[in-house]
Structure formats: C-alpha cells, structure tokens
C-alpha cells in the first residue's frame, strides 16, 4: 500500500489537471490572440457560410441577385434587388399600378391590375363581360356576346346581315337584311314606300301602297276608249283617229281606191275615226293599195253593231260592203292593182259595245293590222277573228294602279277626247266630254 501523503499528493494534482482542463473549453480575453497580441473577439463575417447570430441567411457568396443577400437577409419583393429567376423587375416598393406589379412578377392581363397596354382588368378568363380574357373593353363587333347588353355579335359591323349592330335583324330596324328584305324604311307602316314586312309595294296586290294611287287587285284595269284583242294575242287599248273632216272626205276614195295615207300592199287594215267637227265615230277596213296590189279576195263579216249604225261609204259599189241585218254587216270585196275597203259609221261614242269582225283572206293578203291615233300599228292574227270593244265608264284603278281623270292624257273609257289638261277652247273640252 501507497502511503497516504502519496495518494493525496497524487490527489491534487489530478484536481488541478482537470480544472485545467474545465478552463480550456471557455473563451476568455485574457487568452484570444489579436492584432497587437491578446484582445476582444470580433464578429463572425457574412458570407462565410455559417449561419452566425443576426443572420437571417448565409450562403457563402455575396452575389446579391440570390435568395440570401450579400448582407445576409433574405432576398424579397420590394427590397430594390432583383432576385435573377425569381422576380422580373423590384422597384423598390410593392405597390400596384406603377412600372412595376406589387408582386416583382411579369406584368399579366388578368392580375386585376390595369397596367399599360391593358384597358382593363377584371382578374377573370370570362370573354361574356365588359372585359374580355385579352383586357380590352368589350365591344359590338368583338365577336362575343356581352351577357346583358348584346342580343348577338357577329364579329362584324355589318348592318346587312342578321345582327346590325349587335341586335337581332328585324323588319323595321332601318336595315336592309340581304337576301331577306327588299326594303327597310325604319317603320311597319303598310302603306308607305316599304310595307309592314319589308316588302317593296306590288302594284296588283289590292292594298295600297308608296306611291300608288290605288290598288284594287285583280280589278285593276285599263279601260281605254277602245280596246282590241284576238283569241291567241294580247289586248291593247287604242284611241281613235280624229280629224275635223267626215269620214268620206277622209278616205279619199278615187280611182277606185281609198287615199289614207294608211294603205299597205298586201295588207289589211281597221282602224276608228272621229270627225271631229261632228263627233261621229266609223270604223275604217282597208285592203291593199293603189297601183301596187296584186289580184286580191276578202271576204268579212262583223256582228254585234249597235243599232243605229249605217255603211258610210261602199268602195267600188254597194254589193261590196253593207248591212246584212240589224246588227251585222258583210264585205265582199275583190280587187287587182287598187285597195278596197269601206266605212261602217255611226257608232255611239261614248258607248259600251263589242264589235266582231271576222275575216277570210282568200288570196293576195299576207297580213292584217290595226292603225291607232299616233299612226302607229299593231299586228292582228290572220286567221284569228278581232272583237273592237268600247267603253263608256273609266275604272276606278288602272293596272299601272293610278286613277283615271280627264286631262292625264290618256283616253279613257266615257272621255271623248283627252288632251292632258282640263282646259276648254283647245279642241277638247275641259271636262273631256266633247270636242270642241
């Protein structure tokens, strides 16, 4: 066994070692070395890597376009740093509505916020609204519909097509709708320029219209003094040839044949006269001409005079034109290198009658006419027999749907003569009754 003194000896030094030992863990000033020896610890520096109290980051760097600064704070929106990847601009705030958004990110429709070029922002994708997903104010002609202010939106500004001004097309909206509408005068009025459903006036229709004087549908009518048809060729209206000289007079008949002025070779020929001294009405059949018509043979027969008729003239002789009956008459003619023919007269005038002549051409006419007031002809069927029918009333509509009236110049059925005006003393009297 170790003597006592020995093991305490031993004893404190082992104290002591340890004690040593316990210091040697802790800093003191006495025992940190400095510039000028010993000396106060100094702070541990930013960007070594370590994070050191007071430090909210440490990256080891000092690049101050990272997440942690080059002072050791972590990067954010507005510090005035533009953090590479992160943030698109820092203008030092987050403010919204100047060149830089609240967020440091790229500037997008939709955001909420209105930023040049936008010209609006409603933060919505919703194309229905007043601002649509591109931030442009919606407007007619976008092509989308804007729920409570648009009817439709056709992307056009188009007002011919089905949605004028992003309304519906209708009747009545002042545009005309292509293909659909002849007219569109703003209104549904019937009668003017353009009818309640678009449509032009027709005159024939029976309602009234624009510029019609009237409309009585299929009893509009053109009731002329005289009219002339054929089983296979249109009606014509005629007026009568007047001249202030009797009908004898004006044939002219000498040489044993009439001298109208109206004769054609190989043709025949009907017309109404007036003399207009005496008002008496013929009618005039011509056949052929003086000097240049080859042998000829006509024979004619016309029904439904009126009584009270007379055979005014009988070219040649009696036994080629006369009265056969009450209300009939015949023609027998046969003729070389002259014309023939006859006048049939006293016919009331006004007065509503149908005359029929019916006529045989056996040799030498290759054609018929009917000569009107202004000398000029309408072609008659050969084979086709001609109803002359006159008329003492005038229509109430004419098919052109205006209104007869004396002096509109158009002889009318019950006028006598119509000179384009109500003036007496001019050769016809201003109520288009008589001549004068």
């Not at 009518?221 to 009219?227: C, I, Q, S, T, V």
């Not at 025949?268 to 042998?295: C, I, K, W």
């Amino acid at each position: 066994m170790r003597p006592v003194s020995s093991l305490r000896a031993r004893g404190v030094v082992f104290v002591s070692a340890l004690a040593a030992v316990a210091a040697c863990g802790s800093r003191s000033s006495l025992d940190v070395p400095t510039a000028s020896g010993l000396g106060p610890a100094a702070p541990a520096p930013c960007g070594n890597g370590v994070l050191d109290a007071g430090e909210a980051c440490d990256d080891g760097n000092t690049d101050d376009t990272d997440a942690c600064r080059r002072d050791c704070t972590k990067a954010r929106c507005g510090d005035g740093v533009l953090w590479a990847g992160v943030e698109t601009c820092d203008d030092g705030n987050t403010k919204d509505g100047d060149a830089c958004p609240g967020g440091c990110g790229p500037k997008t429709c939709g955001d909420g916020v209105v930023q040049p070029p936008e010209q609006c922002d409603d933060a919505n994708r919703d194309d229905t609204d007043a601002c649509l997903s591109s931030c442009v104010l919606a407007r007619c002609g976008d092509g989308f519909l804007e729920t409570g202010v648009e009817a439709c939106d056709d992307a056009n500004a188009l007002t011919t097509d089905a949605c004028p001004g992003c309304v519906l097309a209708r009747c009545g909206d002042g545009f005309v709708w292509a293909g659909r509408e002849a007219c569109d005068d703003g209104n549904v009025v019937d009668d003017d320029d353009c009818d309640g459903r678009c449509a032009l006036p027709v005159c024939g229709d029976g309602k009234r219209a624009g510029h019609e004087e009237c409309d009585d549908g299929a009893g509009n009518a053109d009731r002329p003094a005289f009219e002339v048809s054929q089983p296979a060729a249109p009606a014509f209206g005629t007026n009568a040839l007047v001249r202030k000289q009797s009908a004898a007079s004006f044939y002219d008949y000498f040489s044993a044949s009439s001298h109208t002025g109206f004769e054609a070779p190989r043709e025949s020929r009907l017309y109404m006269y007036v003399d207009g001294a005496t008002g008496r009405l013929s009618m005039f059949v011509t056949h052929g001409e003086d000097d240049n018509q080859p042998p000829a043979r006509v024979d004619m027969d016309i029904t439904g005079i009126p009584p009270g008729f007379a055979i005014d003239l009988a070219d040649d002789n009696p036994g080629e034109f006369f009265a056969n009956g009450p209300s009939s008459a015949a023609g027998r003619w046969t003729f070389n290198q002259n014309s023939d023919g006859g006048v049939l007269g006293g016919l009331p005038f006004p007065g509503n009658w149908t005359i029929t002549v019916r006529a045989s051409f056996l040799q030498g006419i290759t054609a018929w006419g009917f000569v009107h007031a202004d000398l000029t002809r309408s072609a008659l069927v050969l084979a086709q027999p001609v109803t002359i029918r006159a008329f003492d009333a005038r229509s109430t509509c004419r098919k052109n749907c205006t209104i007869p009236r004396c002096g509109d110049g158009v002889l009318d059925g019950g006028e006598v003569c119509d000179d384009g005006n109500t003036r007496s003393g001019d050769g016809c009297a201003a109520n288009c009754a008589r001549l004068d």
